[in-house]
């Protein structure tokens, strides 16, 4: 059982290039999540889906968009990469939002220069 | 928005019992609070999840007052490997009543 998988672990964009960050759960669950972590601050929500083709923004969109076709994934898009979006991703997945815990994967440490 | 207010850093030393209270005055009827646990360069854990008085698992417990406006992650017997951020999280991002949030946590440095 391997959780939640994001690929790539590390990565480095120029200004202005495009990437999609790739995240998968096994675990069937019905919501997910993207998130960025800055420096030595708390998680941000970017965005989330509550099932497949079901997304919503969080608090920090801008820049980002997001699609879930099927239930297993939930890929990330940046399109014009810039600075300020250089940030650990984390992606998480959980059977319900309320009263069910999240799972997160390990992160994608992303820099942009 | 479920707001939450934590410290910003706790010291301890092994063994001893530390509590971190988080701080949700903005709580819905609806809402739990879960807490987590993030190590450096990973995602975080759950801990713990709960809604009312008291939860006790094997690894800590979670005390919530009758109005429900804090809680207490407590932990027994700390160890140098809980050093690390805890987060508590209240609440859903899919409500009505807004999206909840992860603060910024509490930096739990464990010294020998």
């Known amino acids: 059982n391997a959780g939640v998988t994001q690929t790539p672990k590390f990565r480095i964009l120029k200004i202005g290039q495009s990437m999609t960050l790739q995240c998968t759960q096994d675990?069937?669950?019905?919501?997910m999540y993207w998130y960025r972590q800055d420096p030595g601050m708390g998680l941000k929500l970017i965005y989330y889906?509550?099932?497949?083709?079901?997304?919503d923004k969080g608090e920090v969109p801008n820049g980002y968009n997001v699609s879930r076709s099927t239930t297993e994934d939930f890929p990330l898009r940046l399109e014009l990469a810039a600075p300020s979006q250089t940030s650990v991703y984390f992606c998480?997945?959980?059977?319900?939002?309320?009263?069910?815990?999240?799972?997160f994967g390990d992160g994608t440490r992303l820099s942009i220069l | 928005l479920a707001k939450t207010t934590q410290p910003i850093s706790m010291d301890s030393y092994e063994g001893q019992e530390v509590n971190i209270t988080c701080s949700h005055n903005?709580?819905?009827?609806?809402?739990?609070i879960t807490w987590y646990q993030q190590f450096p360069s990973q995602g975080p854990r759950f801990i713990i999840q709960?809604?009312?008085t008291k939860v006790t698992n094997e690894v800590a417990s979670l005390f919530i007052p009758a109005d429900r406006k804090s809680s207490t992650l407590s932990l027994p017997r700390v160890s140098l490997s809980d050093t690390a951020v805890y987060y508590c999280?209240?609440?859903?991002?899919?409500?009505?009543?807004?999206?909840?949030?992860f603060g910024d946590g509490t930096t739990l440095t464990v010294k020998p």
């Open positions: 998480a997945s959980s059977y319900r939002d309320r009263d069910q815990p999240q799972h």
């Open positions: 675990m069937n669950h019905n919501y």
């Open positions: 889906s509550v099932g497949a083709g079901i997304t």
């Open positions: 903005n709580i819905a009827t609806n809402d739990y």
């Open positions: 709960g809604y009312k």
């Open positions: 999280l209240v609440g859903a991002h899919n409500t009505n009543a807004g999206k909840s949030t």
